[in-house]
């Protein structure tokens, strides 16, 4: 059994997200990991409105904010002006909405993986540019209705499937990426661990539920975030040495339409929308995931035992 030592230090906290925010976890549980000697940058989007609202900044690490569509840029800038002062034994992390990074942010993103420089990139997933009011974006997911992709009788929400941005990542043969979700927290802290260790750049894709935008009760955050894996429509997975690694291998996935049926966003959907749904995941799962190499070894979730305190 593998035992998780989760750090009681905050590096995040007192920020304004609303209750419940998928986003702000994920900040929180990365910088855990990640420690003090850590530089964050922070695109437009929600993250950077909740996080430095003066004179509250809720960082204890420096962190700053960078343009929207700058975050792999940046990350890199600061990564060399680190290296500049002589400093050494630091992390340079970016935290990159979903808009931030697969449309926005995607070219600066792949400059950087292409620089190969030690950084490390998370992109918080929560599936629409939350910010500036729920629009849809390249990972708003098939069928969720957002401001820009209403529903009605004739339209059933986004009619574009989801990007696949970890194996676009993949694609470019970086060291190491990984899909996560914060309904497995002990996962998504260990991938951040390793990734730190990663002599280059790596990239994390966590899914992360907004209740505001998604019309759930700020107390289902995680269990969604858990379900969306157990049904199939998330999967946790790692690439590494030019390899995929399948984390979680679901040998009888849970209802797809109980996941849906709980969010605001899906309400509307009929039964062959949500067949579609069903057979989107059947062909991902048949024609990818299903061919990953298994390894649930390194999925710290299933024991609970973990300890809290890394002294
Ligand atoms: C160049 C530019 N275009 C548009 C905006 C407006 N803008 C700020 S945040 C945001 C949405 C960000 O969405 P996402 O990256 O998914 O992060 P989230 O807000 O969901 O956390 C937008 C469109 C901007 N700041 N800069
Ligand atoms: S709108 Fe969503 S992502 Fe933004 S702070 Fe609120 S819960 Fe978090
Ligand atoms: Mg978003």
Redesign the pocket.
């Known amino acids: 059994m593998k035992e998780l030592k989760i750090s009681k230090d905050e590096y995040f906290y007192g920020h304004k997200a609303c209750s419940g925010c998928g986003?702000s976890l994920a900040v929180r549980l990365a910088l855990k990991a990640l420690g003090k000697n850590t530089f964050v940058v922070i695109p437009?989007?929600?993250?950077s409105a909740v996080g430095f609202i003066y004179p509250q900044l809720c960082f204890s690490v420096n962190a700053m904010i960078s343009?929207?569509?700058s975050t792999g840029a940046m990350l890199s800038g600061v990564y060399a002006g680190a290296k500049a002062l002589g400093l050494e034994n630091f992390n340079v992390v970016g935290f990159?909405?979903?808009?931030?990074t697969a449309d926005?942010g995607l070219q600066a993103l792949s400059g950087a993986i292409d620089r190969n420089d030690k950084i490390i990139y998370i992109c918080y997933d929560?599936e629409?540019?939350?910010?500036?009011g729920v629009q849809q974006?390249g990972l708003t997911p098939y069928g969720a209705r957002t401001t820009t992709s209403p529903a009605g009788d004739n339209i059933h929400g986004s009619a574009n499937r989801k990007k696949d941005m970890f194996e676009i990542v993949a694609a470019h043969k970086i060291k190491y990426a990984a899909t996560a979700s914060i309904g497995y927290p002990k996962d998504f802290i260990n991938k951040v661990s390793k990734a730190k260790e990663v002599d280059g750049t790596s990239y994390i894709h966590v899914f992360a539920p907004c209740p505001t935008g998604w019309g759930i009760s700020t107390s289902e955050t995680v269990s969604i975030a858990k379900e969306v894996v157990e049904c199939g429509l998330w999967y946790l997975a790692e690439y590494e040495n030019g390899e995929f690694i399948l984390n979680r291998k679901i040998e009888e996935f849970s209802s797809v339409k109980n996941y849906l049926k709980n969010q605001g966003r899906f309400k509307h959907l009929d039964e062959s929308d949500i067949e579609s749904i069903i057979k989107e995941r059947d062909e991902k799962w048949g024609k990818t995931l299903n061919n990953f190499k298994v390894n649930e070894d390194k999925l710290i979730v299933l024991n609970e035992n973990s300890t809290c305190c890394d002294k």
């Open positions: 986003g437009a989007g929600c993250m343009q929207f569509a990159a909405g979903d808009g931030g926005i929560n629409a540019y939350m910010n500036t974006s």
